[in-house]
């Protein structure tokens, strides 16, 4: 069993610096905006654990189908020697690629990335027990920012799963993309997890499910605030929205004010209207060709693109070209 010592690119005076800077922009913005990696303190990431157990979330079932069916072809295709995952977490899904690279025997070591040292600390010691072969290499990182810090040599696969490239922009991703590829060497490989785009009435009750577990999801991102910054948020006077926008094709989830609010946050003073919503998430849906652009524009070249049988989601791996 190998486990190095964690390496910190993102020490937690820069997140605390973030949350700021996101809150004083966010807030005050017309319409006023928060980005979703401030749902993930502890309870936040137990919610949406439990989220992906819930019916009506699919695309954690649906990913989860397309790596158990295709894994062997990806560590067969992709021969990687190193295995760097973003955004890590548990690596849950991911040891479904472990055991296949484990099959061939050709993997050396994984590095996950991730925010969190605490996650990282567990996970790593967690990997490196269950595959004594492996190196385990942590870094905490933020995977917009620290794509610069992955390992350098040997033939590597980027692991990007659970459609989490859907909560950035089209512009976002552009750059994301751009600087993944700038990070990679020609013949490196992307493995990258897409949801598609479906009836919305598959698709709003995966974001607003009967149980409420991702409305509550949703408000805690005012307790995180609440406290981390003092602020005086009142989560439960906020009641959570999810909504499809056919024109950009994707859910938008929000907090809508139930009455009028005054809140202070940092210096600010901050007024809600009645009705007013605060924009939390953005997950975009994508079809085929759209994921082959948006690779080929970066510099990636497609060789596979799978889905599960019910065509919920998308599992492309790529190549750096």
């Known amino acids: 069993m190998s486990v190095e010592p964690l390496e910190i690119y993102l020490e937690e005076r820069e997140v605390a ?10 807030l005050t913005a017309h319409p006023k905006w928060l980005p979703p990696k401030w749902f993930y303190d502890a309870r936040g990431s137990e919610l949406f654990e439990e989220i992906t157990r819930l019916p009506e979330y699919y695309p954690t079932r649906a990913e989860r189908a397309v790596l158990a069916a295709r ?5 067969a295709t992709s021969g990687a020697k190193t295995l760097i995952e973003l955004g890590s977490g548990s690596s849950e899904k991911t040891r479904l ?44 990182g933020d995977f917009t920012r620290q794509l610069d810090r992955l390992p350098t040599g040997g033939r590597r696969l980027v692991v990007f799963l659970g459609g989490t490239i859907g909560n950035l922009a089209p512009d976002e991703r552009a750059g994301f993309l751009a600087a993944m590829r700038a990070a990679l060497e020609p013949g490196d490989w992307l493995l990258i997890g897409t949801d598609l ?24 991102v005012l307790r995180v605030i609440n406290r981390e910054l003092g602020a005086d948020f009142d ?14 094709e ?12 005054r809140v202070r946050v940092l210096d600010l ?17 994508f079809r085929r060709a759209g994921i082959e652009a948006e690779l080929g524009a970066a510099g990636f070249v497609t060789r596979h693109l799978w889905t599960d049988d019910d065509g919920l989601f998308a599992v492309t791996l790529a190549q750096a070209g």
């Open 269 to 285: 003073v901050v007024d809600f209207a009645e009705g007013e919503e605060l924009r939390t998430e953005i997950s975009a849906k």
């Open 71 to 75: 894994a062997d072809e990806i560590a």
């Open 235 to 248: 989560p439960e006077a906020f009641r959570h929205v999810a909504i499809w926008d056919a024109e950009r």
């Open 197 to 220: 785009v479906k009836d919305p009435a598959v698709l709003v009750p995966a974001y607003d499910d009967e149980a409420g577990v991702t409305a509550e999801f949703n408000r805690n």
């Open 250 to 261: 994707w859910i938008e989830m929000r907090l809508r004010a139930t009455r009028p609010m």
């Open 17 to 26: 610096r973030g949350l700021r800077h996101d809150v004083r922009v966010g």
């Open 97 to 140: 690629l472990l055991d296949a690279f484990a099959r061939r025997g050709d993997l050396g070591t994984f590095v996950p990335l991730d925010v969190s040292v605490s996650a990282l600390r567990q996970s790593t010691a967690e990997i490196a027990a269950d595959y004594p072969a492996l190196r385990v290499r942590g870094i905490v």
